[in-house]
């Protein structure tokens, strides 16, 4: 969106010219707290038995458990608690950090290394993510600062966890309802047959085997390099230019082992009831360019008065690249690592779709003034102009304006009485306006995707079809509207404090994908 330059800030090196190492570790473990109730062995089979009266399946009943004049057979056995084997594992977190921090007044440095594994709860889960950080601050002289940032991010997150991997409905594949309704025995003809292959035949499966079926592995790896110069012009005036840069890359393997859905329905005949897996592999760069100049009028104005202007100017860029592969038909016993391993074991390759996306561009220009008189009456505005690639030319540009004022009533005079019990009371008034543009870019005109099978423009094989989505040249800025008053007050030297608001928001042009029937 367009609602203002976002600034993080980490922590800076030493200046006193010592060397500074701290490290901090955390070490926690994890349980199931509570599972849910399921019935011993015994009533397993009394409630099977019930059901097949009411049905009027007995035999059926029979075939698989036997007489129920046998029911004794089954008293006192321990069944399998497939809640504790699928999510009974004690989970393990581990947290590191180190930091060298260093330097004097004229140069420092700080770098730094963190990371946090977990080892979760649900078998074949886990999550480990790695940061490393550099900083660089030199000032060579007293008006000129130079920084450099270099931060590299490394996550991997292994397992499918509990949902669904929404290919049909709320149920095709969550891997809960296997763990509470699976037979709790073993049962001949039921859940172990050589004539029945239990993954594809019913709906219910193996929890465990139903867990492995669905597995997953993502790995992002980030790279962000930074650097700034700000140049003290004069002891008023200010001159700041940003200029970063990030590299993302993000891998996501599916895998759909033979008791999915998705395997059990995509595939083409002879490659159903077979594993297959989706790999997407995602690329994007982008870049960005901030320069800002603040004026401080306090040596044109008396200490009665404080006014500090700001404007600047702001680019993004980001260009976006998927590969997505499809493959069907791997041998019935491979497992996820084997599938994302020998990937040329699969039979079928349904698809591979290689898409670029188009260019993101934004171009903004903005401007904020901040003035208090006597330190007690407030006032701010800011103006934002935002040009944005992701609407045509005539719609480029949405304009932003914004401002506050408030007044410190404690502050005043006829407060003085007060000042015992009341530390703080402050009353604010605020407008603004703020703009978004979080869409994909490309969606005000007409896209096409790469499709071979298609045959029919005058008999020529035609390999591009037009997209689901339906272009709209009409899209503009979405904007909000703010309106708000609020009230601080702090009392009892600052043993209760708190906030009222009243505020109300207004949103127009939304930018929302809506669905539209077919005619």
């Known amino acids: 969106g367009a609602n203002g330059v976002v600034i993080i800030t980490t922590k800076s090196g030493n200046t006193d010219g010592k060397m500074s190492v701290s490290y901090t570790t955390f070490y926690g473990t994890k349980k199931i707290a509570k599972t849910l109730d399921v019935l011993s062995p015994e009533d397993y089979m009394k409630w099977q038995y019930e059901y097949a009266v009411l049905n009027d399946k007995l035999a059926g009943y029979e075939s698989f458990f036997g007489s129920y004049q046998d029911i004794d057979l089954y008293a006192g056995l ?261 599938a994302f391993k020998l990937t040329t074991q699969g039979k079928s390759i349904y698809s591979v779709d290689n898409n670029y996306m188009p260019d993101d561009k934004l171009l903004s220009f903005f401007g904020r003034v901040n003035y208090d008189f006597l330190g007690r009456y407030l006032l701010s505005a800011t103006y934002r102009a935002d040009g944005s690639s992701k609407f045509i030319k005539e719609n480029h540009w949405g304009y932003f304006p914004s401002a506050a004022v408030a007044w410190k009533i404690s502050d005043e005079n006829f407060m003085q009485a007060t000042s015992n019990w009341l530390n703080s009371l402050k009353v604010r008034l605020s407008y603004g306006t703020a703009g978004n543009n979080n869409i994909p870019p490309g969606q005000t005109f007409q896209s096409f995707v790469s499709d071979a099978t298609l045959d029919y423009i005058n008999g020529v094989t035609n390999f591009w079809a037009p997209s689901k989505t339906l272009a709209n040249p009409d899209l503009i800025w979405e904007t909000t509207q703010t309106r708000n008053i609020g009230l601080d007050f702090n009392l009892l030297k600052g043993w209760l404090d708190g906030t009222f608001e009243v505020y109300r928001n207004n949103t127009k042009d939304l930018l929302i994908e809506f669905p539209v029937p077919g005619s």
């Open 78 to 338: 321990k069944g399998n608690d497939w809640q504790r084997q699928v999510y009974g594992r004690t989970g393990q977190v581990f947290s590191n950090d180190l930091s060298v921090r260093g330097g004097n007044d004229k140069f420092n440095y700080s770098v730094n290394y963190a990371r946090f594994s977990e080892k979760t709860i649900m078998v074949g889960s886990d999550y480990v993510r790695n940061n490393v950080t550099l900083k660089l601050n030199n000032k060579p002289n007293d008006k000129v600062q130079l920084d450099f940032t270099l931060r590299y991010f490394d996550t991997k997150i292994n397992g499918g966890g509990t949902k669904e991997q929404k290919e049909a409905s709320a149920s095709a594949d969550a891997r809960l309802r296997h763990a509470v309704s699976y037979s709790p025995l073993s049962i001949d003809g039921l859940t172990a047959d050589e004539d029945i292959d239990e993954q594809t035949a019913g709906d219910l499966t193996n929890p465990l085997i139903a867990t492995a079926d669905n597995d997953r592995q993502q790995s992002r790896r980030n790279y962000n390099m930074g650097g700034a110069i700000t140049w003290n012009i004069t002891n008023s005036l200010q001159w700041r230019s940003d200029v970063g840069m990030d590299s993302y890359g993000f891998n996501d393997d599916r895998f759909y082992g033979r008791s999915t859905y998705k395997a059990k329905n995509d595939p083409a005949e002879g490659f159903k009831n077979l594993p297959a897996v989706i790999l997407k592999d995602k690329k994007e760069i982008r870049f960005r360019n901030t320069n800002t100049l603040n004026y401080d009028f306090k040596s044109l104005l008396n200490s009665d008065h404080n006014l500090r202007l700001l404007v600047g100017h702001e680019m993004l860029k980001k260009e976006a690249q998927e590969l997505t592969s499809e493959i069907h038909g791997f041998p019935s016993l491979f497992t996820a690592d084997q």
